[in-house]
């Protein structure tokens, strides 16, 4: 079926409306800071949301049937000053007009902003404190460099969290997890110093359940309100119904399809206004709705077509809500995105096939709607069924960027190389862009993107920027005198380990500023592990409490420049470092001859041992390194190649390289080829990166391919794609995403944007609105070498 009316009505006004800056959360956020000075943390952060809760506006836009918004906007962005606001202080005045994820704020916001809301949290934010604290040297490579970026973790909030709809929230409602908090208080004692901390973390609970339903119930009361004024019938009586709904939930465990729905929506909402989070995750969507969805279609209850309406109206909301950034951060998460994934397929905790309705249901909904969000991703087990199989690849087909496709196998070893136990990694869901995890897990995902390339280039310019010629990195000898690869390869590790041992400095010192200013009641409040500690997740209340996770960038762009220094260097000798790097400080500008050598030689990304074994090389010492050091609770650091959109801004800020890259160009996101270069076939790109260790990796890898729109316009095409997939995970691979559209029609998006508005491309581990991204992110897009053949 098609989108039904309603469907598409609200589904023009997101394409249509441009982003709302709110500042009523922030308002309401400080005053009740103000009121509670002196009292604990835990319980000023947990009355700061009850109060949001009961004060928040209440809209019902029109012809919703799942309702919930963080402000007075449809697509609204929220400020969250505890976090940062010297940011928004410094940007603001440009947020209308900047390249990147713009956002509509008025100069009545902006004055009452530097006049009632930023005063108050100056000296007091995780942002002030973080940057009080670091260091001179880590602020040098660090902050705002684009060489190693951490700001995700101090200036806005954390997110990374997927909800426990199995064990807590779906069976309990928030109801049910305030009478459990109240009963572990009972068992209290109010003289044990450790008992105090505890009964502050229930009375928390207890605070962010009150909010959360008091907020459902203010909803209900205004459906009720407009039910009674609404003139035409069937509005009337779905406004009676919204009314129900949410008097029922989140409060009580959900008894519908429907209320499950919505109570999906409210925790997401809830999250939202918390602490406007970075990838809080849906999690298993098909596994824990599906038994709603099967309960009322065999008591007659619903219907495919009713539920289908129900989820897409579902997927509105969830695309709908502005993740509010800095220009930096934009730069790495580019295009509104905000990573609510969600995940379908795969195999039950028991082993057993996963795979039901509501998974075929997920995907034609993000065929049907075209929105950002969810990021949808599959699990695929080497049984996975056809029809399955053919559904995933028909919407590859369509040219949405989605889904991500994971294999259910490599996921699940991830997490067992992590500690969870078997029953909880095999029942793992996808977090943010490609990081599988466990909803019974406390983790930071993407915390420190740190360049590769940017190693090299300090390695090979004396630890300095090649573009400011500003010191940044260890000093390091006169490149022309290296005299051998390996003491170029001592110099690159030594300079990429001074990086990694900033990342770590700046994480430990974001966790333990988070852990004092930024407890999550709410969030808390969603882990049943958490309830049965007595703490908040950021004290370690989960069941799994996992080490901040490393993104590697760059590794394909580094792998290749070490291939050309290797071979045109050292080995054939057709040039000699004083000449590459004279090439180098020129942009390769008088130098084209010896680029094309460059160039020439072989790349990532077509299954040649020459270059991929550098590549997993550098990948091995990544993992080695980063896994030395432990976080501020004692785990060990994580690593990944995701992505993001980080290749952009990292490449903004480094000169030419030895592959023959120029300045300023974009360098690699996980473990995907660099752009073009990716010449032989598409299996080969696949074989290459299967090469470099997945499992290890455990925070994630990414691997972006294009195909051409041919290879999977018809079911054999599909097929063939479908025995590739399977291939490439059986050699150990974990994550692939194509984009399929020509640039043929990408340049007529670029030139005519009106006509393109619901066009999604995969941008990394994620697809947006090609028309929402940045002209040089979408030539990055254009650029890519689309595959002619598997």
């Known amino acids: ?151 995700s973790k101090w200036r806005g909030g954390i997110g990374e969290i997927s909800p426990d709809y199995v064990d807590q929230l779906f069976p309990k409602g928030f109801g049910g997890i305030k009478k459990e908090a109240m009963a572990y208080m009972e068992g209290l004692s109010e003289t044990d110093p450790a008992d105090m901390k505890k009964r502050d973390f229930y009375k928390s609970i207890l605070l962010v359940c009150d909010g959360i339903i008091t907020l459902a119930n203010r909803y209900s009361q205004k459906a009720k309100e407009m039910a009674a004024v609404e003139g035409d019938a069937v509005r009337k009586a779905e406004l009676e119904e919204i009314a129900a709904v949410c008097a029922a939930v989140p409060e009580n465990p959900p008894t519908s399809f429907r209320e499950a729905i919505q109570f999906a929506w409210f925790v997401e909402l809830g999250g939202i206004i918390a602490e406007n989070p970075l990838a809080l995750n849906v999690g298993r969507f098909d596994q824990f709705m599906y038994p709603y969805y099967k309960a009322d279609e065999e008591a007659g209850k619903i219907d495919y077509d009713t539920a289908l309406e129900l989820v897409e109206c579902l997927w509105l909301k969830y695309s709908e809500w502005v993740w509010v950034i800095s220009s930096n951060t934009a730069g790495f998460f580019a295009g509104y995105t905000n990573f609510e994934n969600l995940t379908v397929g795969g195999t039950k905790a028991d082993g057993t096939n996963g795979i039901n309705t509501i998974s075929y249901m997920a995907i034609q909904a993000t065929k049907e709607i075209k929105t950002h969000q969810p990021t949808l991703s599959c699990r695929i087990q080497p049984d996975c069924p056809a029809e399955f199989m053919e559904a995933v690849t028909e919407l590859v087909s ?155 960038c760059g590794l394909a762009v580094t792998a290749n420049c070490f291939a050309v220094i290797k071979k045109l260097v050292f080995e054939d000798k057709v040039t000699t470092m004083s000449e590459l790097i004279d090439a180098l400080n020129a942009n390769w500008e008088g130098y084209e001859e010896l680029r094309a050598k460059a160039q020439a030689v072989p790349k990532y990304g077509n299954d040649i041992d020459y270059v991929d074994s550098i590549a997993k090389e550098l990948a091995d010492y990544y993992y080695h390194d980063v896994t030395s050091y432990k976080d501020y609770y004692g785990h060990t650091f994580t690593t990944a190649f995701m992505g993001i959109s980080n290749y952009l801004p990292t490449g903004k800020v480094l000169g030419a390289t030895p592959d023959g890259r120029k300045a300023t160009e974009p360098i690699t996101e996980g473990v995907s080829p660099y752009t073009g270069s990716d010449t032989s076939s598409c299996l080969a790109a696949l074989r290459s990166s299967a090469k470099m260790g997945h499992d290890i990796h455990a925070g994630g890898t990414l691997l972006n391919l294009r195909l051409n729109h041919d290879l999977v316009a018809t079911p054999r095409g599909r097929a063939n794609l479908g025995a590739m997939l399977q291939s490439y995970f059986a050699l150990g691979g974990f994550h692939v995403q194509f984009n399929t559209v020509s640039n043929e029609v990408l340049k007529d998006a670029q030139a005519h944007p009106e006509n393109y508005k619901d066009l999604l491309v995969r941008v990394a581990g994620y697809s947006t609105q090609f028309v929402n991204l940045s002209k040089s992110m979408q030539e990055s897009i254009m650029a890519r070498n689309a595959h002619e053949s598997f």
């Open 1 to 151: 079926m098609s989108v039904t009316p309603r469907v598409e009505k609200i589904r023009q006004n997101y394409l249509n409306e441009k982003p709302h800056i709110s500042c009523e959360r922030a308002r309401i956020w400080t005053e009740s800071f103000k009121r509670t000075e002196g009292l604990p943390q835990q319980i000023r952060t947990a009355q700061a949301f009850y109060d949001a809760c009961c004060e928040l506006p209440v809209t019902i836009f029109e012809g919703e049937l799942v309702v919930g918004a963080s402000g007075e906007f449809r697509r609204c962005g929220i400020l969250t000053p505890e976090y940062g606001w010297k940011w928004v202080d410094d940007e603001m005045d440009d947020f209308a007009t900047r390249p990147q994820d713009p956002y509509d704020m008025t100069d009545e916001q902006r004055e009452f902003c530097r006049k009632e809301i930023f005063p108050y949290w100056a000296g007091k934010s995780v942002e002030d404190t973080f940057l009080a604290r670091a260091s001179e040297e880590t602020k040098k490579i660090g902050v705002d460099t684009g060489f190693l970026d951490t700001d």
């Open 398 to 552: 369509t040219g949405c960027g989605f889904p991500a496709i994971h294999s259910d196998r490599v996921g699940y070893q991830m997490l067992r190389n992590l500690g969870c136990e078997p029953e909880d990694a095999k029942d793992w869901n996808n977090c943010g862009c490609v990081v599988p995890h466990s909803r019974k897990t406390f983790e930071w995902t993407s915390s420190c993107n740190i360049s590769f390339t940017a190693a090299l280039e300090f390695a090979l310019n004396e630890g300095k920027s090649r573009l400011t010629g500003k010191q940044v990195a260890l000093p390091e000898k006169d490149p022309k005198t290296f005299t051998s690869y390996e003491e170029i390869k001592e110099a690159y590790f030594k300079q990429f380990s001074y990086m990694v041992k900033h990342g770590v400095i700046s994480l430990i010192t974001a966790q333990e500023i988070n852990q004092k200013k930024a407890p999550r009641p709410f969030l808390s409040a969603c882990n049943e592990y958490c309830l049965k500690n007595g703490a908040d997740l950021v004290d370690g209340g989960a069941k799994y409490n996992i080490g901040p996770v490393f993104t590697g």
